[in-house]
């Protein structure tokens, strides 16, 4: 049975008459329906949630530095001339940030970074495997 244009009807104040061969559970039926599929049809026009671009700094510039990032945002850090995969990064405060580490894969690299999870404040120590470079250590203030 083919169900009738509800909205149609709801518009124009019409309703079917008796020769229409619909009861009054048929048309409630397919007002449901077609509410229902209203509804199914909104949600899926939900807009995505924003993308939040990552902020780049040189691991040069990051010693005693403080970075700012929202949740869900990551710190991109330019190892320059040293290996990407090369840095290790401790972060006091695991709940507020995690380290992310750099690698090469596929013929693409990807610089190590701090990725920001909760508000919050929290220190990170990178340190290289190479030897003879200083840690640096630097805060990450990450809001909502």
Known sequence: MALPDVRLM???????????GMTTSTRLIALVLAAAGSG??????ASPAP???PVTRDVGTLQGATVDLVVGQVL???TGDLAVDSYRGEVADPEVATFVAGREEGGATYNPGVE????????VVLSNENGGIQDVTFTVEVSG
């Open 40 to 45: 199914l049809f909104l949600a899926g026009c």
């Open 76 to 78: 991109n850090i330019d």
């Open 116 to 123: 920001a999870l909760a508000d919050g404040t929290t220190t």
């Open 10 to 20: 709801l518009a124009t104040g019409a309703t079917a008459c008796h020769h229409d």
């Open 51 to 53: 993308v939040v671009a």
